[in-house]
């Protein structure tokens, strides 16, 4: 059974850092890309970054460019992904979410063909 678990959402000041962290387990995930999304309230989801796996291919949305990074890390049988997020300002409150698309078939850098999703952990920022 496949599982994404996120961890390391919580409330912080306008101009603070969070790190993210995501758990994957239950297949290999060296032929997918690994994202991250969010979604405020009222709003639509909106992807922010992703990493291939096997190449460390990183993509970032232009909001989140030069503030975000985006890095994983392979245990024995863990997949872990973070995202590092600096200078953060109140529009990036949202929940995040991370996810999973293979490579094969899916336009992972655009956000699409994800199909694996954990169950989200919530950021707040305060200004």
């Known amino acids: 059974q496949v599982q994404l678990v996120e961890s390391g959402g919580g409330l912080v000041q306008a101009g603070d850092s969070l790190r993210l962290s995501c758990a994957a387990s239950g297949r290999t995930f060296s032929n997918y890309a690994m994202g991250w999304f969010r979604q405020a309230p009222g709003k639509e989801r909106e992807f922010v970054s992703a990493i291939t796996w096997r190449g460390g291919n990183t993509v970032y949305a232009d909001s989140v460019k030069g503030r975000f990074t985006i890095a994983r890390d392979v245990a024995k049988n863990t997949v872990s992904v973070y995202l590092q997020m600096n200078s953060l300002k109140p529009e990036d409150t949202a929940v995040y979410y991370c996810?999973?698309?293979?490579?094969?078939?899916?336009?992972?850098?655009?956000?699409?063909?994800?199909?694996?999703w954990g169950q989200g952990t919530q950021v707040t920022v305060s200004s």
């Open positions: 996810a999973a698309a293979p490579l094969d078939g899916a336009r992972w850098w655009l956000g699409n063909g994800y199909n694996y």
